[in-house]
């Protein structure tokens, strides 16, 4: 049967991608990363320094597209996709917009791939020949198990959750790429995307001002709904506070993010480089899994 990684470029499923490289889980046919044109370059680069792993362990990347994102969203004469934007109703109450914009612009085109390479005929990839299979790979961590869904399901996929089957967790995951050189992996999201936390939008100011400035254009742009959006008698933010963003409260650190910061044993094993510190299998007794 066909494996095939669904590779969003970031922390999981990069680990998948050098694990099945490296030989610890079995050789996938293909990895797929879906491009919403609107990633931060960390990403494109750290995308293209996986593709020179992968390709040495002869393993094609197919890098698909349903478009740019961004640019389809302001653009009146684009067919519109929701993007879940915070919205502040007329009457004061909060809202928040459809998210459409992962099954558009990642979703259907991984699918669209997924089924040429079973062999669907051009030019719409629609009908996968019959008896053909693939296993896709998919990068939940076991913190992200309730995300497990067969809804949508397709005959001709089968989804498997490696990391899951390993036990391993999003901070794991980390502590592994950390030991192998791959430590400074970033969340892989759209440069403006709603979902962010404060730490990724202050990252993103203090780190990467000109992708900074293009949110905080967005933002400015999508009050009113975007283009063809919703047309909107509230108003539309990306951030959660529904202020603009050049003016949001991004300085305020979560609970999350301080627990996220204390340093835990294995964190200060894996900066020692000690390898058992760092390694999944030796500190972890193997979560449940659905
Ligand atoms: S990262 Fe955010 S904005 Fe981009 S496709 Fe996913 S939900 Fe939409």
Not at 16 to 28: E, H, K
Not at 30 to 52: K, N, S
Not at 76 to 99: E, K, L, Q, T, W
Not at 249 to 274: H, N, Q
């Amino acid at each position: 049967m066909l494996k095939l990684l669904s590779l969003g470029a970031g922390v999981q499923s990069t680990v998948l991608a050098l694990m099945t490289a490296d030989g610890t889980l079995p050789r996938v046919d293909a990895a797929i990363f879906a491009d919403t044109g609107w990633e931060p370059a960390t990403v494109y680069r750290h995308l293209d320094r996986l593709a020179v792993v992968l390709d040495a362990a002869g393993i094609p990347l197919h890098r698909v597209s349903n478009g740019n994102l961004r640019a389809d969203s302001l653009d009146p004469a684009h067919r519109y996709a929701s993007i879940p934007y915070f919205v502040r109703n007329p009457d004061g109450s909060d809202g928040m917009g459809r998210r459409q914009c992962t099954a558009e612009y990642k979703l259907a085109p991984i699918g669209r791939k997924a089924r040429e390479l079973l062999g669907a005929q051009p030019p719409h990839f629609r009908r996968v020949p019959k008896g053909a299979v693939a296993e896709q790979w998919i990068g939940f961590s076991t913190d992200e198990i309730s995300r497990v869904s067969d809804r949508d399901g397709v005959s001709y996929i089968r989804r498997r959750y490696p990391l899951l089957e390993l036990g391993m967790s999003r901070k794991d995951c980390q502590r592994w790429l950390t030991a192998r050189g791959w430590g400074n992996t970033a969340k892989s999201a759209c440069v403006g995307c709603p979902f962010h936390g404060n730490a990724q939008w202050r990252d993103l100011r203090d780190n990467h001002p000109s992708e900074w400035a293009d949110a905080v254009a967005f933002d400015e742009a999508i009050r009113k709904g975007g283009a063809r959006g919703l047309p909107l008698n509230g108003e539309a933010f990306l951030h959660r506070s529904r202020v603009p963003l050049s003016a949001a409260p991004i300085d305020r650190v979560t609970r999350r993010e301080w627990a996220d910061r204390s340093p835990d044993i294995f964190d200060a094993l894996a900066e020692l480089g000690d390898p058992d510190g760092c390694s999944p299998y030796g500190c972890r007794s193997g979560t449940a899994v659905a």
